[in-house]
Nanobody
Framework: QVQLVESGGGLVQAGGSLRLSCAASGRSVSNYIVAWFRQASGKDREFVARIMRYGATSYADSVKGRFTISRDSIKSTVDLQMDSLKPEDTAVYYC???????????????WGRGTTVTVSS
């Protein structure tokens, strides 16, 4: 069993940057596919980015070129560097871990509680 805790959210102006971190305990993040999802108020939770066990990454079209996901196996963390932020990036961001590569929430067994990102215009 792995436990996930997100950190790094906050308030930032449009065009700014934030770095989110997902810290894993119990088992190393290297054993899982780890993804970031987000949920804006009144909307469904949506896929943002994922990193495979062997290091390949993929992104939602809405964040491609602006967000970067990375993993530190020694620290057992997965970070999401978010640049050129837009007001539409405002959401609660969740870290998730699973064994199946997917952009769907159902594929992920372990979730953090989320961290809030607010981008002002």
């Amino acid at each position: 069993q792995v436990q996930l805790v997100e950190s790094g959210g906050g308030l930032v102006q449009a065009g700014g940057s934030l770095r989110l971190s997902c810290a894993a305990s119990g088992r190393s993040v290297s054993n899982y596919i780890v993804a970031w999802f987000r949920q804006a108020s009144g909307k469904d939770r949506e896929f943002v980015a994922r990193i495979m066990r062997y290091g390949a990454t993929s992104y939602a079209d809405s964040v491609k070129g602006r967000f970067t996901i990375s993993r530190d196996s020694i620290k057992s963390t997965v970070d999401l560097q978010m640049d050129s932020l837009k007001p539409e990036d405002t959401a609660v961001y969740y870290c998730a871990a699973g064994r199946v590569s997917s952009t769907e929430t159902d594929a992920y067994d372990h979730w953090g509680r989320g961290t809030t990102v607010t981008v002002s215009s």
